[in-house]
């Protein structure tokens, strides 16, 4: 499960009366993304990220867009038994997973096709990059165990967006 905010900011000009916002839909952005995940093994997972963004293609019928993404979230790892060194069999691993500081960064492609059924809504295709500091220090780990912790994660999925 994956969701956000935006508050989105469109350079521009004022003409007249009127309000001319830049031709090549060029905006920034502030706001928040967070995202959740249940694996068997591990439980649940997740992050809370604040991002800073921009985009081209604000106010088209097609845009892109990059955020830079730092937060706070829960990321897991496996710990060995350092007499068990078959690390190809899962089931010899112990699963854990812990708080820890998050930062990445995610590309995505908006399109308004679903705009003429729902109005104000939008769709967006993403690939994000989550990085994850391993929080466990050297005084923590229990000898006898090697530890392995998972600090890359890469998401892809659809999100649709309401603008108001």
């Not at 031709?23 to 959740?36: D, N, P, Q, R």
Request: glycine share 10%; charged share 20%.
């Amino acid at each position: 499960m994956n969701f956000g905010y935006s508050l989105i900011f469109v350079p521009g000009h004022v003409e007249g009366d009127k309000l001319l916002l830049n031709k090549l839909g060029f905006a920034y952005s502030i706001g928040t993304s967070t995202a959740f995940s249940k694996q068997d093994k591990y439980g649940t997972t997740c992050n809370f990220l604040l991002k800073l963004g921009i985009e081209a293609g604000n106010g088209h019928a097609l845009g892109f867009g990059f955020d830079l993404l730092g937060g706070y979230g829960k990321s897991n790892g496996d710990a060995y038994q350092l007499e068990y060194q078959d690390y190809e069999k899962d089931d010899l691993a112990d699963p854990y997973s812990k708080w820890c500081w998050q930062y990445g960064s995610q590309v995505w492609m908006r399109t308004n096709m679903i705009k003429t059924v729902l109005a104000n809504t939008e769709i967006l295709v993403f690939a994000k990059f989550v990085r994850s500091i391993d929080p466990t220090s050297d005084e923590n780990m229990i000898r006898g165990f090697d530890y392995f912790w998972k600090d890359e994660t890469w998401s892809f999925g659809v999100t649709f967006r309401y603008r108001f």
